[in-house]
Every structure is written in C-alpha cells, then in structure tokens.
C-alpha cells in the first residue's frame, strides 16, 4: 500500500476548500443575478408593484385600492392581487374588498401572508403593498440560506440541486407573481429542520401557522417524526391537532362573516389522477400537434415530465425515515388530486403548489452515492428548469 504523505494530504484539503470557495462564489453570483431580476421589477411611482399583477380599470380593484399608488398591466391579472388587497383588510371587515375579488371566502381563509404584509408595511396601505410585493423575494433569500442545511454547496452536485431549487418553474412562479407558495415554502422548511431535531410540538406549531397560508400546507405534518415508543406514539395525535389548530379557529371566525359561502371555491381536488391523465394528453396529443415541440404549450410537457420523474424518484428511494422523503410523498399524492385548472400548466400553479416536492426531491438525490444514477435523475426531475426562465428572466439579456 502507498503511504500518504502529509504533504499530500494538506494539498488535497486547499484543493478541496479552493473547490467549495468557487462553488459560493458561484452561489453568491446566482443571488446577485436573482436581485438584479427583481430590480428590473421597480418603476418610479409605484415601487415593486409590478410583482403584483393588477388589471387596468376598477374591476378587481375596490375603492380605498384606487388611491394606493400600484403597478396595472394591459392584459390578464393573477391571484396575487386578491391576497394584496385582502392585506388592506386582514380582519376581512370590510365588505367592500370582498365586492373586488373573485371567491374572496376562499382569499380570506389564506390570510398569513396578507397579514404578514400589513404587519410590515406598519398597516399603512402604500407600505403595505410594497411589502406584500417583496415577501416572496425575503422568501426566497431565506431559502438560498436554509437550503444549504440539506445541500451543501461543497460540490458540483450540491450546486447544481441547490440551483435547481431556487431557480425553479414553481418557485420563479412564486416570485414573479407575488404568490403564497415560496413563503409556504420557508415555514414547511423550517418545519421540516424542526422535526428533524426532534422538536416535534415545535414543527406542529410552524405547521399551524403555516396552514393559514394555504391549506394544503398543513402536509408538512408528514415531517413528525416516526413514533419510537408509546409516549411518542400519545404525542403524534397531539402534534397533528397542533398543526390544524390554527386554521380551524379562522375558518370558524371566518364562518360569522361568511356563513354558507364560506367553502366556496374548495373543489380543488377530483378522483386521483383524472386532471393529470386529462393534462398529460391535452398536452401530447394537441398542444404539440397543433404548436410544435419546441413551442410554449409543447415545452409544457418537460413541466409535467419533471414532476412524474420526482415523484418516481420518492417512490423508488423508500426512505420513509427521512422528514424530507415524507413530505415529498405528501405532495405526490397531492398531484394526483388536483383538479383541472391546477394541473393545467398554462396556469403555472402545478409546480408552485408541488414546490415541497421538488424540493423534497433534491434534498433525497443529495445522498444517491452514485454519480451514475445521480446526473440521470437530477436532469430528469429538474427539467422544469427549461421553461423558468420564460416566467422571470434572471439572465440579463
């Protein structure tokens, strides 16, 4: 056998710690890219209001609204705006903002984020606004963070799942539209890093405030540790009660303002797997035919093969033991129960809603020992990444 020399050995560790420098380094220049993305979302006037996509015209728009200086388009609007205003009003008292947007019992029961923004912006409406613009970039800083708790920025590897996350279809989705789903993100993260130091009650409670966001976010109670012994065992029922605590006490508040319209909007779910068949074979069978492959509508299908890709990868890894590997499976089921208009890629909600499960998916593809399985599996799950640069260009040019 070669002995090693000291020599050897202390080059080896430069070697290896020039490699981890250049791979922040590299980290380091994606943020400033993600942050000079969102500067190009700044107008004079109107701050970072473009992130929220209000119409032109008074249609969507309630009263007190008009006078609060904010970004309109020309064409389209999104659901952003409708959590935007309902921060104006985050104890949904005023009928007014309810006459301005579409199912707004269904707006008032994802009130966090809405409350987050009157919080920051001091519950001064111009204020307001602009905080409820930027949540999601602070959301997506603290992830670029967090995230390196699971995957380290030591390798190519690591870079490139690192990469992937934060510059997904769903999380950029997220961004550009002022949407609920990275902030979610951030409390399923934590959650998910609390359940993993063995703080079990603490995760229900990140899960509970994370369910006020947005209902389906209460999957994360999948992150409780597996039950060691009856004590434990006594303790899961509580943590489950823990994490539905919170939105149950908003929807019966809310059931005094609302009464019987207060479940309007809840057929988000069908019989599992309908929806997906449907958009698998709208896509392959007339999007393509009719647009091309190489068209918007055809790159639609690496979303959806990304997606599949995933949720195979959850189900052939089995490691059940894993907070993270739980969660993923939580959402792959999810998938399976969304209704048209989620899975519908044209919307952009079906990778921001399945954002847990991408990110679940990396995180488990950081302990595939082989470099073999490792390329093919990271490329096929991540494919979604060909079409995020079309919802917020991060590239200068």
């Given at each position: ?5 000291p ?10 710690s ?12 994606c943020?400033i ?7 190009r979302?700044?107008?004079?006037g ?22 609060v ?22 104890l ?13 019992p ?7 984020f ?13 204020w307001i606004?602009?905080?409820y ?17 699971w ?22 989705w ?5 949407l ?14 609390t ?22 976010n ?37 059931r005094?303002?609302y009464r ?12 599992p ?8 074979r ?6 393509i ?11 639609w299908?690496?979303l ?36 048209r208009?989620?899975?519908?890629p ?10 847990p499960l ?19 599996w990271?490329?096929?799950?991540n ?15």
């Amino acid at each position: 056998m070669t002995d090693v020399l000291p020599g050897d050995l202390e080059q080896a560790a430069k070697n290896a710690s020039r490699t981890q420098m250049v791979h922040r380094g590299i980290a380091v220049a994606c943020v400033i890219l993600f942050l000079g993305s969102v500067a190009r979302f700044y107008h004079p006037g109107t701050g970072f209001t473009a992130f929220i996509t209000f119409p032109e015209g008074h249609e969507h728009v309630s009263a007190a609204m008009r006078d609060v200086p904010h970004f309109h388009y020309r064409d389209g609007t999104y659901d952003g705006q409708f959590y935007a205003q309902r921060a104006l009003d985050p104890l949904v008292r005023d009928a007014a903002y309810d006459r301005a947007m579409d199912l707004a019992p269904y707006r008032a029961r994802r009130i966090l984020f809405s409350w987050t923004a009157y919080a920051l912006g001091l519950g001064r409406p111009a204020w307001i606004l602009q905080a409820y613009a930027l949540q999601n970039v602070g959301a997506w800083l603290i992830l670029a963070a967090l995230l390196t708790r699971w995957i380290p920025l030591s390798s190519s590897r690591g870079l490139a799942m690192w990469t992937a996350c934060l510059f997904s279809h769903g999380m950029l989705w997220s961004v550009r539209f002022a949407l609920l789903d990275a902030p979610s993100l951030v409390l399923i993260s934590l959650a998910v890093l609390t359940a993993e130091k063995g703080r079990p009650l603490a995760a229900a409670c990140l899960t509970g405030v994370a369910g006020l966001g947005r209902e389906t976010n209460v999957l994360a109670s999948a992150a409780q540790p597996i039950p060691a012994d009856w004590r434990s065992l006594a303790r899961l029922p509580i943590a489950i009660a823990v994490a539905a605590l919170p939105l149950l006490i908003w929807l019966d508040y809310l059931r005094s303002i609302y009464r019987s319209t207060l479940l309007s909007g809840t057929n988000q779910l069908v019989l599992p797997g309908t929806a997906l068949t449907e958009t698998w074979r709208n896509v392959l069978f007339h999007q393509i035919p009719t647009h091309g492959a190489l068209s918007l509508q055809g790159l639609w299908l690496w979303l959806l093969f990304a997606l599949a890709a995933q949720a195979c990868y959850v189900l052939v890894r089995l490691e059940y033991r894993k907070p993270w590997w739980r969660v993923a499976a939580a959402y792959a089921v999810l998938m399976l129960l969304l209704d048209r208009d989620l899975a519908n890629p044209n919307t952009g909600a079906i990778t921001r809603v399945l954002l847990p499960l991408t990110v679940g998916f990396n995180v488990l593809l950081t302990s595939e020992p082989s470099s073999r399985r490792f390329w093919p599996w990271f490329v096929a799950g991540n494919t979604h990444l060909v079409l995020a640069h079309s919802v917020m260009p991060i590239l200068p040019w």
